[in-house]
């Protein structure tokens, strides 16, 4: 087994860069996104740089990349976006056909280094580098007694316990090692896995998060979105099915093992609305064309007498064309986003705080002067931001403002790799629908029908974890998560 290099050493300062907290903050967060590359004659550490680079969306607190030349493993891990984490000398330094990387978006364990990814894990026969998307709800459970196995760890995240757990299980292959996982883990986890010589994907059995498998010149890659696939020139194959191990070597890809959910799944809908790229497919759709639809049922089931639609850039932009376009209103930009905002470490002072959510978006005023205006966004979380939203409109010269939410109303968090908030801070978990209207300031207030959502999505009710939404989640979930329980 080759020797394992980790560099460079640590910073001393726990700070996420370019991503400061911001109350006008009210998105829902993601976990991860993680991409592997086994490709003979390709830089893969490269490939895997524009893969996540790609994936940036799903988390922008730190940022890793592990690879292989078939002798040692190596890896780099630095906090903040791909492109301050690596520069081309990094990549210098990280050579080999094999690779996985991972940017990260914290859901368990706090935002600093030392839970950075990939993992490295040496186990009882074999060593592996591991890139983690998701949330797994027994992880304090499955930490105690790795600790009785006289297993040690470094950081605070779930994702190390599933390394340890994976390469110290009693299996000697891959699909004896996939099993023992799947009947030990419970929650979401969408995993790229390397050894010195071979890469594996392995997705839970409720296929919670995303993992695709592409063709890269002759060799494989896996991702989180098909858009990573997109960026580095691969075709896109299929996905990674619920409950299914891959494994990828000289020998091409194999499918070891597939654990049977039983007919239930719980494909996360809020990929769909908000999570991925919309130029992504996910369950065979392109999410722009989801979108749309998202946007169609909304204008059926609260039909409004308006002069012009507009959406929140950017995620709900392909839902406000498909209110547009089902409506016969005409769809238009009113609101202009700033791409950049939150990438410094330079604080604003009470002037240019008191701005709030104008550091983020600003309005067209010669669009909205004196109309009546159906406003599409993709969710209403805490209420932070919305009613700045609605107040900023108002100040473009809105007369009228008609907010339509493409998801129905979140009134509960999510255990399963997102970061929605606790139940408390919920605005729709504590207000009727009337009420967060008045509390917002809109004239009215429109929220996509659980039913509207799955036919826009063309799913069912079993293929998709409503649980934000429901209360009702794929698996039992006890109690209420903190991310910091490993903490403590």
Known sequence: MGETFIYPDPPTENVVMGSPVDE?????????????????GEEAARAVFFGIYALQHRGQESAGIATSDGRSIRAHTEMGLVGQAFQEYDLSR?????????????TTGSSNISNAQPIISKGTSVEIALGHNGNVINALELREELFDWGLSFESTADSEIIAHLISNAPADNWSDRAAYAMRRLQGAYSLVIMTVDKLVGMRDPLGVRPLCIG??????????????????????VREVEPGEAV???????????????????GNCVFEQIYFSRPDSILDGTLVYSSRMAMGAELAKEFPVDADVVIGVPDSATAAAVGYSQESGIQFTEGLVKNRYVGRTFILPDQRLRELGVRRKLNYLPQILEGKKVVVVDDSIVRGTTTPHVVKLLRKGGAKEIHLRICAPPI?????????????????????????????????SLGFLSPEGLMKSVSGNKSQYCMGCFTGEYPIPVQLEMDKLVLEA
């Not at 006008?24 to 003979?40: I, K, Q, T």
């Not at 002759?218 to 991702?223: C, E, F, K, N, R």
């Open 411 to 443: 009134i509960s968090p999510c255990h399963f790799g997102v970061d929605l908030a606790s139940k408390d801070e919920l605005l729709a978990a504590n207000m009727s629908v009337d009420e967060i209207c008045d509390f917002i300031g809109a004239d």
């Open 215 to 236: 063709r890269l010149n002759g060799g494989w890659v896996l991702a989180s979105e098909s858009c990573a696939l997109d960026h580095i020139g691969a075709e896109y």
């Open 24 to 40: 006008f903050d009210d998105s829902a967060r993601e976990a991860c996104g993680v991409v592997g590359v086994y490709a003979r």
């Open 247 to 265: 494994v990828i070597d000289d020998d091409g890809l194999k499918s070891v093992y597939k654990k049977s959910s039983k007919g239930s799944f």
């Open 94 to 106: 990280l050579p080999g056909y094999l690779s996985i990387g991972h940017t990260r978006y914290s």
